[in-house]
C-alpha cells in the first residue's frame, strides 16, 4: 500500500512539473503585463509632486486604464474562444510597449490618461485569452492551472514595483517606463509563439458575450470579482499617495506592495487545488470576506510600516479568495465560452476598481484616511455577500463537479 502510495505521488508530483513546464509561456506573459501595470502604481506619488498633478487627477488617470481594460475586455474576450487568443496577445503586447515609450515623455495629464488607457486596453487583449489556455488544458485542475496563472500575475506585480522603485532611484520617474516598454517588446516572440489552444472552441460567431449573463451563477461570480476590486482601484488611487503624505518615497511605496503580493504568490497554486477539492465558492467566501473586514482597518492603522505588516496578512486572505473566484467564474459556463466569461471576469474586475477608484480619492482628500477604508471595506463585504446569494442554489456548468450532460 505504501507504495502505490508513493508511486502515486511521485507521479502527482510530475504531472504538475509537467504542467508547469507547459503553461511557461502563458506564466511569462501574464507576469510581464503585470509588472507594467504594477510599476506606474510605484510612481503615482512622485507624478502627482513632481508634474503638479492633484489626487483628483491621479484618480482619473487610474480609472482610466481599469475603464479601457473593461472596455476590451467586454468587446473583444469571446474572440479568444474563436481560436485568436495567439493574435490578441501578440497585439497587446505591442500596444503596450507603445504605451510605457508615450510615458517616457509624458508631461500633461490629459497625456498620461491616454497613455494609461492604452495600457489597460492592451492588457484586456491579453488576459482573457491566457486565463482560458490554463483553464481548458485539464479541466479537473483548473483551479490549479488558474492559481499557477495568478501566481504568475503576482509574481510580476511584485518585481515590478520594486524594479520600477530602483529605477526611479537610479535615474528618476522616466526610466522605468522606458525599461519596461523594452522588456515588452522582447516579449513579442513569446506571444507569437504560444502553444496552440486544447479546449473546445466557440464556432458560432457571436457578435458578443453578454448572453452569458443569463447564467445566474456567474451573475453571483461577476459581484464578487467586482466587489473585491473596489478594494484593489481604492488602493491603486490612494494608498501610493497616503503613503507620500505620511513621508514615504517610491521605495518605500513598492516595498509595500511587494509585502501584500508575497502571500498571494506562495499560497495561488494551493489555494486553486484547495477551490479543486472543496469547491471554490467556499474558498472565494473564505478570502474575499476576511480581506473586506481587514480592509477596514486601514484608516485607523498609524505610519507606512505597520499597514505593510497589515497588507502582507491580507495577501494570504487575497492569495486563497482570488485564486477560487476564478474557478468560480470558468466553471459557471461551458468550456467553449471559458474565454467570453472570463473576459467578463476581466471587465467585472476593471468596472469594480474605476467604480472605487475616483470615490476613494476624493473621499482622501475631502476626509482622510478613516472614512475612505471604512467605507471601501463595507463596499466590498456588502458585494462579496451579494454575489454569493446570487450563486446559492445554482449548480456549475462546467468542471468535474458539474452535472453530467443528458443524453440525447
Do not use: C
Not at 481599469?66 to 469571446?78: C, D, K, P, W
Not at 500575475?153 to 523594452?182: D, K, S, Y
Not at 518615497?249 to 489555494?271: D, E, K, Q, S, W
Amino acid at each position: 500500500m505504501t507504495g502505490r502510495a508513493g508511486a502515486s505521488s511521485r507521479r502527482d508530483a510530475s504531472s504538475r512539473r509537467g504542467a508547469d513546464r507547459d503553461m511557461l509561456p502563458f506564466k511569462l506573459l501574464m507576469g510581464v503585463t503585470a509588472g507594467g501595470i504594477g510599476g506606474i502604481v510605484t510612481v503615482l506619488g512622485e507624478l502627482r509632486d513632481e508634474l503638479g498633478f492633484s489626487g483628483t487627477g491621479i484618480g482619473i488617470m487610474v480609472a482610466s486604464g481599469f475603464v479601457a481594460a473593461f472596455v476590451s475586455q467586454v468587446t473583444l474576450a469571446r474572440l479568444a474562444d474563436a481560436g485568436h487568443y495567439r493574435i490578441m496577445a501578440t497585439v497587446g503586447i505591442a500596444l503596450s510597449a507603445a504605451a510605457m515609450l508615450v510615458m517616457v515623455f509624458a508631461g500633461d495629464l490629459a497625456v498620461w490618461i491616454l497613455s494609461r488607457a492604452a495600457l489597460g486596453f492592451a492588457g484586456g487583449l491579453i488576459l482573457p485569452g491566457v486565463r482560458r489556455a490554463a483553464s481548458v488544458r485539464d479541466p479537473a485542475r483548473a483551479g490549479e492551472n488558474l492559481g499557477r496563472m495568478v501566481v504568475a500575475e503576482t509574481t510580476g506585480f511584485i518585481f515590478g514595483p520594486t524594479l520600477t522603485a530602483l529605477l526611479v532611484w537610479v535615474g528618476g520617474i522616466r526610466l522605468p517606463f522606458a525599461v519596461f516598454a523594452a522588456a515588452m517588446l522582447a516579449f513579442l516572440p513569446v506571444a507569437v509563439r504560444l502553444p496552440p489552444d486544447r479546449g473546445r472552441l466557440d464556432a458560432s460567431g457571436r457578435a458578443t458575450s453578454f448572453d452569458l449573463l443569463l447564467h445566474r451563477r456567474l451573475q453571483g461570480a461577476l459581484i464578487m470579482v467586482a466587489g473585491y476590486f473596489m478594494m484593489i482601484g481604492a488602493w491603486e488611487a490612494v494608498l501610493p499617495v497616503m503613503f507620500a503624505d505620511r513621508g514615504a518615497g517610491a521605495i518605500m511605496t513598492g516595498l509595500t506592495f511587494t509585502m501584500v503580493a508575497l502571500p498571494i504568490m506562495m499560497v495561488g497554486t494551493r489555494a486553486g487545488r484547495l477551490a479543486d477539492r472543496v469547491g471554490p465558492v467556499r474558498v472565494t467566501m473564505a478570502g474575499l470576506v476576511t480581506v473586506s473586514v481587514a480592509t477596514m482597518t486601514f484608516g485607523v492603522i498609524p505610519g507606512v510600516i505597520p499597514i505593510a505588516g497589515a497588507m502582507m496578512l491580507v495577501g494570504f486572505a487575497d492569495g486563497y479568495g482570488f485564486t477560487a473566484a476564478h474557478a468560480v467564474v470558468a466553471r459557471a459556463v461551458p468550456e467553449h465560452r471559458q474565454a467570453a466569461a472570463l473576459g467578463l471576469m476581466g471587465a467585472a474586475e476593471v468596472a469594480g476598481a474605476a467604480a472605487a477608484a475616483l470615490p476613494a480619492a476624493w473621499m482622501y482628500d475631502s476626509f482622510g484616511s478613516g472614512p475612505t477604508w471604512a467605507a471601501v471595506g463595507l463596499a466590498v463585504l456588502v458585494l462579496v455577500v451579494a454575489g454569493w446569494l446570487r450563486i446559492r442554489g445554482t449548480v456549475p456548468a462546467s468542471g468535474p463537479d458539474a452535472p453530467a450532460p443528458r443524453p440525447h
